[in-house]
């Protein structure tokens, strides 16, 4: 019997070990105590997902996969965009269904996975949306003020009884200590004290994501979710967010882009790249090594592979014709085709098409392309920052950094109109033609249009076969450009709405969190392109290395502090 449950736990690729199949085969066992080698085997799996598979019509998005997620692990998901890395979260925290295969979690799971968009109907306040992320003591809490409210209406030993039994599961549980996490929570992802009783409402949608984010972790889950959790955190916050993640006593499944915090992070990746998902230990560095080795190790072996088949059909080529041979060479052919099928099996994958385009400029700008003097940014009497003396020479490639309500993307909307200066003034010079792309862009995408009608919807003076050149050299080619908005992921979406912006030859580019959704190649090929680029630049990114990959200033913003710009 043991040798049985050992065989069926270890086996990757035969039919899915059903979690309560393997507690009543331990049951069965007689004086079997918790320390034993299948007990400490079972705990310390918590998802096991066997011969997965998921397609969107003809594409095979997840093909044949198996694995044991281990206890405490802590799992990069990287991929590129629209590879299924979220589609992959999705179906294990069952918000999508699979096509074939079993997603087994035990009841001893506690999910945690962080939502696209955020709650549509939050509580009144930040702090009771937080709170309300703990589904258990929530629930306990209700029960102990229903419990209360009936002893005030008719108080007996059985009512009081009733209450004391649930008063101590919410102690038990943490349920006094739960207002001091959340709050403690929040301050750590970058929410002021004075914020706590305001409306969720009064948050912009990052904010809100932020929100969501504490929600999630004030439940303490033991498998937690994250999908691209950097996108909307300012460095102090995604610092904190780093070392909370690295005591994190759980498992850990998250999709990033941002190879600083795969580094930090993980000490697993998986790589989803056409269908397949391969598993690596270690961080993303390491992650890199080996599959370079793997890629060579795979290179020799179709070589090899190709060889043998050349020398059989040499063979065959020679001496087919020659009736004493016509059983050799038959044979031979037959041994040809299985080897052509043994190398369609060698999946070298020499990593995917990395996307290159260079940024035209169609005429220069003054010299002197944006100047701000004294100026005071805001929105009516709510005042983020003032003081601001800022002059932009041509050719500047400048980066806003500072802790999130500090007004980086509230001057950049100054800059562009969408907000007017409320004090100060500040003069464009002559020539700047503007491009903006705005945390919100994927926004003024027509979900309705196809990727390639979009450009040409939010462009001008450019034909379909320039629209198509620039949405293939960012990797959305082929049949994919008639795809619709709605169906394509978050990074090809900002891919399209990056397109638009190129074709437009700007002088000027003003850029909010451009590296938001996209993939870590497509994040490099932008970054190559602002480095190569002719014009002038102004972003605001929390992406470290794509900052320093191009910025030659940086505008550090500080609140009751005078911005200063210095150089890279």
């Known amino acids: 019997m043991m040798a049985l449950i050992m065989r069926e736990i270890r086996s990757n690729k035969k039919a899915a070990v059903e979690w309560a199949f393997l507690q009543t085969k331990i049951d069965e066992i007689c004086g079997l105590c918790y320390s034993s080698q299948v007990w400490r085997l079972c705990i310390a799996i918590v998802i096991i997902v066997q011969n997965l598979v998921k397609k969107f019509g003809e594409r095979v998005m997840i093909r044949d996969f ?24 999705n179906i294990l925290a069952g918000i999508e269904e699979y096509d074939s295969g079993s997603v087994i979690i035990p009841k001893d799971c506690i999910l945690g996975y962080l939502p696209q968009a955020p709650c549509e109907n939050p509580k009144s306040t930040i702090l009771k949306e937080c709170i309300s ?3 258990k003591l929530c629930v306990l809490d209700d029960r102990l003020q229903a419990s209360l409210a009936k002893m005030a209406e008719n108080y007996s030993d059985d009512v009081y009884a009733e209450y004391e039994s649930i008063e101590k599961e919410y102690s038990d549980c943490g349920g006094y200590a739960l207002e001091a996490n959340a709050k403690g929570i929040l301050c750590g992802l970058g929410f002021e004290t004075s914020q706590f009783d305001k409306s969720p409402f009064s948050l912009s949608g990052g904010w809100r994501m932020r929100l969501e984010l504490a929600k999630l972790l004030i439940n303490e889950p033991n498998f937690l979710m994250l999908d691209e959790p950097t996108n909307h955190l300012d460095l102090p916050s995604l610092i904190w967010l780093e070392q909370y993640l690295k005591s994190f006593q759980g498992t850990l499944l998250f999709v990033s882009h941002d190879r600083d915090f795969l580094n930090n992070i993980a000490d ?3 790589q989803i790249s056409k269908g397949n998902i391969g598993t690596y230990n270690g961080n993303f560095d390491d992650f890199l090594e080996q599959r370079e080795a793997n890629i060579e190790t795979a290179r020799k072996q179709k070589e090899s592979v190709k060889r043998k088949q050349d020398h059989l059909q040499e063979f065959i080529d020679r001496f087919g014709s020659k009736a004493s041979k016509a059983k050799q060479a038959q044979s031979k052919l037959k041994t040809i085709e299985r080897l052509k099928k043994i190398e369609e099996r060698i999946d070298v994958d020499e990593s995917d098409k990395k996307p290159t385009f260079k940024i035209e400029v169609e ?5 002197v392309v944006l100047e701000i003097e004294d100026g005071s940014i805001g929105y009516g009497e709510n005042i983020l920052n003032n003081g601001i003396d800022f002059k932009v020479i041509r050719g500047n490639k400048i980066a806003i950094i500072g802790a999130n309500g500090i007004g980086k993307t509230t001057l950049l909307k100054t800059v562009v109109g969408e907000v007017p200066i409320i004090t100060g003034k500040m003069t464009i010079g002559n020539g700047v033609s503007t491009g903006y792309y705005a945390q919100s862009q994927l926004e003024v995408l027509n979900p309705n249009l196809n990727a390639l009608d979009n450009v040409l919807a939010l462009t001008q003076n450019v034909n379909h076969q320039q629209a198509r050149a620039i949405l293939g050299c960012l990797l959305i080619t082929k049949d994919d450009v008639k795809k619709h908005v709605r169906i394509l992921s978050g990074g090809e979406k900002s891919k399209v709405a990056i397109a638009a912006l190129l074709a437009q030859k700007n002088n000027f580019l003003i850029l909010d969190e451009p590296t938001n959704h996209l993939d870590m190649s497509s994040a490099e090929a932008l970054s190559q392109a602002l480095a190569d680029y002719d014009g002038t630049i102004l972003v605001v990114s929390h992406n470290r290395s794509f900052i320093s990959s191009f910025a030659t200033h940086i505008f550090k913003m500080e609140k009751n502090k005078k911005a200063e710009l210095i150089c890279a």
Do not use: D, E
Not at 66 to 88: C, D, E, Q, W, Y
């Open 363 to 367: 005429k220069q700008s003054a010299k």
């Open 66 to 89: 198996s694995h044991h997620f281990p206890r405490n692990s802590k799992i990069g998901v990287i991929g590129s965009n629209g590879a299924g890395k979220s589609t992959f979260l």
């Open 268 to 270: 697993q990746i998986m």
């Open 133 to 135: 992320g703990h589904h």
